[in-house]
Structure formats: C-alpha cells, structure tokens
C-alpha cells in the first residue's frame, strides 16, 4: 500500500504564494508518476500538474506559468509551488500518484485546503 500525505495549504491574498508539499511512503516506486489535483466546492476534480522520475512536467491551462511542479526522487516527495494565486484556486487540493497520473491515478492523498482571499 501507498501513503501520500499532503503539507502546506492555508489561505493567502490574492497575487500571494503557496508551497505544497506531499510525502510518499509504503511501497512506493520512485519511478512513478506524481501529480496534483484541485476540487473547489460545487466543481469536479480538475488536474493541476504531474510529474514523470525524469522530471517532464505537465500543467493545466489555467495553471501554466504560476505554478511549478517539483519532485525529489530520493525522498519520495513532490511540491507544487503555486504563484500569482487567484480567488478561482481556492479549493482542496490532493497529491496522488500511480497509474496514468494526469487521469487515474492509483493512489491518493487527503487533501490540504487552499484559500485565496480577493
């Protein structure tokens, strides 16, 4: 089994930033795929960004250029560094990994809020 716990949600102003954080552990292959997703209430699950071992990126279109996805194969952690934030990104975020990552991942975590105050 794979355990993802998520760090670092909170609230923010508008045009602030936020650091995300997620840990892996259990059996975990470091070779698999990470990403993020973000619910708001009332909206479906919406892919923010993955991450491949290698480190190709990919994004959402509203999140291009404002955040980065970031790994560290080693410590089985991936962060997603959120800049430029907007009311609109208020929602919970979860890590999640495994399988087609940007789609159906295999694996969640719990989720970690993110508020953006205008």
């Known amino acids: 089994q794979v355990q993802l716990v998520e760090s670092g949600g909170g609230s923010v102003q508008a045009g602030g930033s936020l650091r995300l954080s997620c840990a892996a552990s259990?059996?975990?292959?470091?070779?698999?795929?990470m990403g993020w997703f973000r619910q708001a209430p009332g909206k479906e699950r919406e892919f923010v960004a993955s991450i491949d071992w290698r480190g190709d990126a990919e994004y959402g279109d509203s999140m291009k250029g404002r955040f980065m996805i970031l790994r560290n194969n080693v410590e089985m952690a991936v962060y997603l560094q959120m800049n430029s934030l907007r009311p609109e990104d208020t929602a919970v975020y979860y890590c999640?990994?495994?399988?087609?990552?940007?789609?159906?991942?295999?694996?969640w975590g719990q989720g970690t809020q993110v508020t953006v105050s205008s």
């Open positions: 999640a990994a495994g399988g087609m990552v940007h789609s159906t991942p295999h694996y």
């Open positions: 259990g059996r975990f292959l470091r070779t698999s795929d």
